[in-house]
């Protein structure tokens, strides 16, 4: 993964309009960065496709041109951009007995630092499932996961393809694992310097004894609590965002994904940004780890580092 910029971005595609949004995505990015694309599409055992060659796949160049366009207006000034439609367009065609195995080997073998992919959009019943594909990519990518959703509060606009980064959340679990992906995120939205919100649940329950004699909130049994954390925010912030930075802390009881999710729209994030787990046990494997409760409930897009 290049510690400055996405230099090889990935996005599988199945030519829905799910995956069209994400294509949008990528393409105002690798132009931003000046990244090469990397195009997928997995044929799987269970459908009944003719022969498939990377020729067939869709042009990338209107997008390209669209990206680059945005590029230069008001709202991308001072962006990073090399010119007309630079980034370059890699079209794969994978095939294997499922889709996630192919992206996750093709972002492996090949040197990927940034995987956009799409959740599903509609029903409330879908945005639980996630998708069995974006919930694998999202559990075992050896590379950063931009995640979105058609509908979601959008960063790229997908009429101009202008791009607007200026809320930043970032969900900080007080982990040196956030505090890397912290810095690579910063590092990452230089060009935009958006305002950066840190944010920590409070997940500790107060004990029932207490809830029997009226006291609801862990704040009222340890009144310092949000002041200590909140100081420990901002000295970790200090260490991983540059000087000048707008930052925001934020401190609040509950789960993550509930605390994050409505952080985020409450402050109408253009994205959240959320550190991988290294460690899946059985438990999260039936019921989905903490990104993926999160993923699901995000109001905006989000990356995980």
Known sequence: MDATRPLNILVPTDFSADSEHALRYAASLGERFGANLHLLHVITLHKFEGPMDAKDLPGMEPLLQAADTAARTQLDAGATHGGEA??????VVERGVNAWDPIIEYARREPIDLVVIARRSGSALSRFLLGSVTERVLRFAPCPVLLVEKGDRDFVDPKTMATRLEKVVVGDDLTDKTSAAMRTAATWLTPYRPEMHLVHAIEIEVPAPYVMGGVKSVFTLDPTLKDRVTSLLQSRSSEAIPDGWSIVTGVREGKAHKVLSDYAADVKA??????????IDLAERVLGGAVERIARHAPCPMLMI
């Open 270 to 279: 253009d994205l959240l940004v959320v550190a991988g787990e290294s460690r």
């Open 86 to 91: 630079e980034a370059r367009v890699v079209k």
